[in-house]
């Protein structure tokens, strides 16, 4: 079963006839990226009281809502200008509410609770880490290639570029043209980020939203924004695919420690079997799973098995050097969605179980 986007598409409920308590509440949700639904009688919360992510009643109608025997649901919040009473709780307890919301002092609990409600959470995404043993091993191809194959199987998909110097995963995926944000523009971002902010700012191609550095312009990004980007990736998508620099600094490790899995990609020539060992010996400590993915070219020098055994780590697929992958990156077509090249992204998104953890 194809998985949906962790972001909910109801818009959250107000349900008060409180004009001071309203427009502070409208407030609040302009300052978490939400635009609600006010009503102003309860019996109106009947057609979107189960579908909306999150319910504000206020304390003036909360007695009203209570007799009306609406559904029990999660996400019931009971507001009101204060105080906080032993009355005002009788109600949330009638109305089977999950917390009481006081205004002004709760302002920042329901702002980040607005924004938890629309955007999801984690525990569905699936967050998978690309790193390659050297230069040219394919490592972007095949971060390319997965959140492509990714998003065939109806997955919400983001695919984030954090390598500055690769020349941009917008190339390699034909997105270069396509209006958005790139790095640059949110390299100062700070603090909690709107996951449904974030999905319509960044350029979008067959079902991906791209994050990727452009040509031209560069910008030193802080190990916090990478953090905020990231986690609001995967409370907004079930697939997040990250493409790592080889020069692991500390904004790569903040990315590393936000993925489920780091594939680690090498060719099965000598100087790439090197170079694998020394990233496993950097990776190790810092991710919770490594595992091997062995590109395979004419000619090489040890076989996949043979590779994963020197460097103690789980092979979990092979994929082929093929030209007709090259030449659709190069003619601005992006990864191929057929042939072998994609079999075997489908593959190993099936070991990887993207579409099982995924499906929320």
């Known amino acids: 079963m194809a998985a949906v986007s962790g972001i909910k598409s109801s818009p959250p409920l107000i349900v008060s006839d409180d004009f001071l308590l309203v427009e502070e509440l409208l407030r609040l949700c302009a300052a978490a990226s939400v635009t609600p639904e006010v009503l102003r009688t309860p019996s109106q919360a009947r057609r979107a009281w189960a579908a909306a992510p999150c319910v504000l009643v206020g304390a003036d109608l909360a007695a009203e809502a209570a007799g009306l025997d609406l559904s029990r649901r999660p996400d019931v919040i009971l507001t009101s200008h204060g105080p906080e009473t032993a009355d005002l709780w009788r109600a949330a307890v009638a109305l089977r509410a999950d917390h009481v919301a006081v205004v002004p002092q709760a302002e920042d609990w329901l702002v980040q609770r607005l924004a938890d409600c629309l955007d999801g959470d984690l ?6 880490a690309v790193i ?17 194959g990714a998003a065939r199987r109806g997955e919400s998909t983001m695919l984030v570029d954090l390598d500055p110097l690769g020349g941009g995963i917008e190339l390699v995926v034909g997105c270069e043209d396509t209006a958005g944000l790139r790095w640059p523009e949110l390299s ?3 603090g909690r980020v709107s996951a449904t ?10 079902g991906v939203s791209v994050l990727s550095w452009n040509r031209l312009d560069g910008a030193d990004i802080q190990p916090s924004t990478v953090r905020a980007i990231v986690t609001a990736g995967r409370r907004g998508s079930t697939v997040v695919v990250l493409d790592l620099a080889r020069h692991i600094d500390e904004t790569s490790a903040s990315a590393i420690s936000t993925a489920d899995v780091v594939l680690l990609v090498s060719t099965s020539d000598i100087r790439s079997t090197a170079g694998a060992a020394r990233m496993s010996a950097l990776l190790r400590p810092m991710a919770p799973d490594v595992k091997l993915v062995v590109r395979t070219t004419a000619g090489g020098q040890l076989d996949a098995t043979s590779l994963a ?10 994929v082929p050097t093929q030209r007709a992958v090259a030449r659709g990156i190069n003619d601005g077509l992006g990864p191929p969605g057929r042939g072998r090249f994609a079999k075997r992204c489908s593959g190993l998104l099936d070991q990887l179980h993207v579409g099982v953890k995924g499906n929320r």
Request: glycine share 18%.
């Open 123 to 128: 525990e569905g995404a699936s967050t998978i």
């Open 309 to 318: 055994e020197t460097l103690q780590l789980p092979l979990v697929a092979t």
């Open 132 to 148: 390659g043993a050297r230069g040219g091993a394919g490592a972007s191809i095949l971060a390319a290639g997965l959140a492509m």
């Open 197 to 206: 902010a974030l999905r319509g700012a960044l350029p979008s191609v067959g």
């Open 188 to 190: 100062t971002t700070t």
